[in-house]
């Protein structure tokens, strides 16, 4: 939940490439379920990887999926992963022992402290302002400074963050006309749908519907897409039209695929086709049909 | 578990925390002696415990603050930090919200340039106007924790007003200065939101045209205000009571305290303020507005709000700039009682058991 944006009371998968840069230059993981199972299940996971990283996870859903009925298993409770709040200080260690509290290690996630947990009081910063474990505050305590030996650490410590929960990012789910799995980076046919958000309704129905064989790849995380990037050129690699669907004008996930996955001097980018729809209503088969 | 009601605060009371063995001090609840003082006409009650005895040293920040020597701002934080000291509220229950500017350093160095680590307050110095929104939402989820949210201007006044409302309308327990020098200072000097009229200076093509925004009426504006005040910070002993009492205050209390700029808006120091300063609780209307004498008959109530609002408006009109404890409800409950909000330990260190949801959880839903 969150911002509203594009046309007022309509659909649209368009906010991708605003949640990537807005507020600035810090590492988020964006996460986008599709689907209202994925709905239920994935948020337990995203709490983890924000704990874990200690960094944003952004959940992006759309209006078609929340106000529209479907059809769904009822939910079971084991498909939520158990919570793991990552590491923390509890006032049960306070009194165990002399607490020399770091609020910030460079390199990982240090223990967080819950205010009104004695003896452990810390500044929290936003934005670029620094806190580092710096020649003047050894300790990791966070003490102000601007000095650009601080800002240039911290700013790398943030990013670095990304690579302590990679590991845990969802990971792009293969649709063949047999079922659904984890993609292994085996799959072949004549046409390949790289989809996000609610396009994965019309992907299927359309590849249900087609002569030749097509297989559909969801992604659910939609950034950052480096971890997943060897899938993604493999499954391009192996299907001779690609084509990414989505519902907005520019072609937002088609963009962050080139720009994650094939900016690599020397990659041979590929013909990466777009199907997409940005009229205020969600995509249908007929869409992608008539488009391919 | 027993809960403690001390000087503004409600907190779980584990012995291991503040009782005699404690290893963060021992916080002597029996040696409080209750404690009057004054503001106006109107009187504050808090536990006092005696210099010798208080476990909590003065969080004061001194020369290390990074600061412009001579700004307003070194003065307010150390009112706060003799409130606090005074109060003798333990550290590790306050937290410092503050957004972006020199008004915003406050929550980083207040307590924080302190040898001793257990003395340190939870400061967070969040985006740019959203003291009162962070501040608002960590008072819900801590509600036994001090919530002091803080800011220059024109973080309170401009690009945080509309929170602001938000946060004096739900009257969250806590309170909100603004160090107000009507001017952005860590900019270099642009006029903010309450920067005078025809206000023109060598940096500016054009005099200012608008008029500028009265922090104190814009809170007295708006229903759910509970307490409302302004101050000058050159008197340290008064900005400390001023503080007191917000923080003593049940609800929402709005400090617009007055911070002269000695590097960007040098005309406007302590000196041309205090001819201006009209002191509502004990000032000579009669030399003022002459109407206003026999409305009050002789006697200003802070406790009222229609008149509160009256006078100060014709105090302005008159070219003053009103000073004390301007609006006062009594009765004030705050958002946290009024929702019966406690909690036994910090919502933060629920185990993983306690937040995992289970089939029968889910069935109940």
Known sequence: MGISTGSPTRTADADLLTMISAGGPFPRVIVSPGDVEAQFSLPSRLFNIADAGQLPVILLTNLWTGENLFTAPEYDASELAPIDRGPRVTPEDALAGPLDYARYLMGRSAPFAVPGTPGAGHIVRGGNFVVADSADDPRGRGSYSELPGDVKRLTEHKHAKLALIADMLPKPQLITPAGKSDYQGVSGGDIGLIVWGSAVHPATEAQAKLAEHADVLQLRTVYPLRQHAEQIRSFVRQHARVAVVEQNFEGQLRETILKECYSTPGTVVPDLGLINRYDGRQMTAEDILEAL | ?365
């Open chain 2, 1 to 365: 578990m027993e809960f403690v009601r001390f000087n503004g605060v409600e907190f779980p009371y584990h012995p291991e925390f503040y009782g005699e063995q404690s290893p963060f001090g021992h916080l002597p609840l029996e040696d409080a002696v209750e404690t009057s003082f004054q503001l106006g006409q109107q009187t504050f009650t808090y536990q006092r415990i005696p210099e010798e005895k208080r476990p909590y040293p003065n969080l004061e920040m001194g020369n290390a603050a990074n600061m412009c020597l001579g700004c307003g701002h070194i003065g307010i934080s150390q009112g706060l930090a003799d409130a606090l000291y005074e109060l003798q509220i333990p550290p590790w229950l306050v937290m410092a919200t503050s957004g972006i500017g020199c008004g915003g350093k406050w929550s980083s160095d207040i307590g924080q340039m302190l040898d001793d680590p257990l003395h340190r307050v939870y400061g967070a110095h969040v985006t740019h106007g959203q003291s009162t929104s962070s501040g608002f939402a960590r008072g819900v989820i801590q509600p036994g924790l001090l919530n002091i949210m803080g800011g220059g201007d024109g973080d309170i006044a401009s690009i945080g007003l509309a929170y602001l409302h938000n946060v004096i309308a739900s009257n969250v327990n806590g309170l909100v200065f603004s160090m107000t020098n009507n001017v952005y200072g860590l900019t270099k000097g642009q006029p903010s939101r309450t920067s005078e009229k025809g206000r023109k200076d060598r940096r500016m093509t054009a005099a200012l045209e608008m008029e500028p925004l009265d922090l104190v009426l814009e809170a007295l504006a708006i229903s759910g205000a509970t307490f409302v005040a302004r101050t000058l910070s050159s008197d340290r002993k008064k900005t400390r009571d001023y503080f007191m009492a917000a923080i003593l205050h049940p609800g929402c209390a709005v400090l617009d305290i007055i911070s002269p700029c000695v590097t960007w808006n040098m005309s406007q120091n302590a000196g041309y303020w205090k001819p201006l300063l009209f002191e509502m609780a004990t000032g000579n209307y009669q030399d003022v507005v002459v109407d206003l004498e026999k409305h009050l008959d002789g006697k200003f109530d802070p406790t009222d709000r229609a008149t509160a609002e009256f006078v100060y408006r014709r105090l302005t009109e008159a070219g003053k700039k009103p000073v004390g404890l301007v609006y006062y409800n009594k009765d004030s409950v705050s958002f946290q009682q009024d929702h019966g909000l406690r909690a036994e330990r910090p919502i933060g260190n629920l185990t993983s058991a306690e937040l995992t949801l289970s089939q029968d959880d889910l069935g109940k839903m």
